[in-house]
């Protein structure tokens, strides 16, 4: 429901039906305008049997076959499988996402604040990211670093128009791109010493890195990570 108050707008709803509450354009009084930030949200939780009756509905949804053969042999599995490198997981398993919503396998909604630890900034199923993959992956599969193709040179472009870049590096990750990082260092302190006639062997290579950092898990990468417990078991590390 919603209802004013003295602080502007009331909200009341049952999760996880929030979308439902948002209006269409020209829906109202409120359509297309936020809440203010004085309003209050109130939050009511369905019963089991409410669960009970979203989990049936929910049977042909993406994921539901999951819930048969339960959490514990999913995870017997997945120990089975899997390396252990990343330790415990939080026990929930998610089948599928719309925007900022993640569900899990019993059809329960969850407010997604971690967005894949800071990289999915378009949210689950977005209509123009499917829509750009299912026609990316309708053309090209990958032809490696040895050919011109038009989608890359493209997207190097746009991303130096619209930042500080002059050139594009592209990596598969935030290690790789840490490593990417160091090699460029340690090439342009070499360059500099042989442009001012000095021996390149004896240039610069010290790194200087923050405590508590987190600069990923290769042996470039991990040489700057601050934290032990990812660096002891590997050590000696890189010089």
């Given at each position: 429901?919603?209802?004013?108050?003295?602080?502007?707008?009331?909200?009341?709803?049952?999760?996880?039906?929030?979308?439902?509450?948002?209006?269409?354009?020209?829906?109202?009084?409120?359509?297309?305008?936020?809440?203010?930030?004085?309003?209050?949200?109130?939050?009511?939780?369905?019963?089991?049997?409410?669960?009970?009756?979203?989990?049936?509905?929910?049977?042909?949804?993406?994921?539901?076959?999951?819930?048969?053969?339960?959490?514990?042999?999913?995870?017997?599995?997945?120990?089975?499988?899997?390396?252990?490198?990343?330790?415990?997981?939080?026990?929930?398993?998610?089948?599928?996402?719309?925007?900022?919503?993640?569900?899990?396998a019993n059809g329960r909604g969850y407010l997604d604040f971690a967005a894949g630890i800071a990289v999915n900034a378009l949210g689950h199923s977005d209509a123009a990211w499917v829509e750009a993959v299912v026609e990316a992956a309708?053309?090209?599969?990958?032809?490696?670093?040895?050919?011109?193709?038009?989608?890359?040179?493209?997207?190097?472009?746009?991303?130096?128009?619209?930042?500080?870049?002059q050139r594009v590096f592209f990596c598969n990750s935030g290690t790789e791109a840490n490593e990417g990082a160091i090699k460029f260092a340690r090439r342009h302190a070499r360059t500099k010493a042989e442009a001012a006639g000095q021996?390149?062997?004896?240039?610069?290579?010290?790194?200087?890195?923050?405590?508590?950092?987190?600069?990923?898990?290769?042996?470039?990468?991990?040489?700057?990570?601050?934290?032990?417990?990812?660096?002891?078991?590997?050590?000696?590390?890189?010089?």
């Amino acid at each position: 429901s919603c209802t004013q108050t003295p602080c502007g707008t009331e909200l009341s709803f049952e999760l996880p039906s929030l979308r439902e509450l948002m209006p269409a354009e020209g829906g109202g009084p409120h359509s297309g305008s936020p809440a203010k930030s004085c309003c209050r949200v109130e939050i009511s939780w369905p019963d089991d049997d409410a669960w009970h009756a979203r989990d049936a509905a929910l049977e042909k949804q993406p994921g539901g076959e999951l819930r048969e053969s339960g959490l514990e042999a999913l995870v017997e599995e997945e120990e089975k499988y899997l390396l252990q490198n990343y330790g415990a997981r939080i026990p929930l398993v998610f089948t599928h996402g719309e925007g900022s919503t993640l569900y899990d396998a019993n059809g329960r909604g969850y407010l997604d604040f971690a967005a894949g630890i800071a990289v999915n900034a378009l949210g689950h199923s977005d209509a123009a990211w499917v829509e750009a993959v299912v026609e990316a992956a309708g053309k090209l599969c990958h032809v490696s670093n040895l050919y011109h193709t038009v989608p890359h040179v493209g997207l190097a472009k746009r991303l130096v128009e619209h930042s500080f870049a002059q050139r594009v590096f592209f990596c598969n990750s935030g290690t790789e791109a840490n490593e990417g990082a160091i090699k460029f260092a340690r090439r342009h302190a070499r360059t500099k010493a042989e442009a001012a006639g000095q021996d390149p062997e004896n240039a610069a290579t010290e790194l200087v890195s923050f405590t508590r950092c987190f600069h990923g898990r290769s042996m470039g990468a991990l040489t700057l990570t601050a934290n032990s417990k990812y660096k002891d078991p590997f050590k000696p590390l890189l010089p």
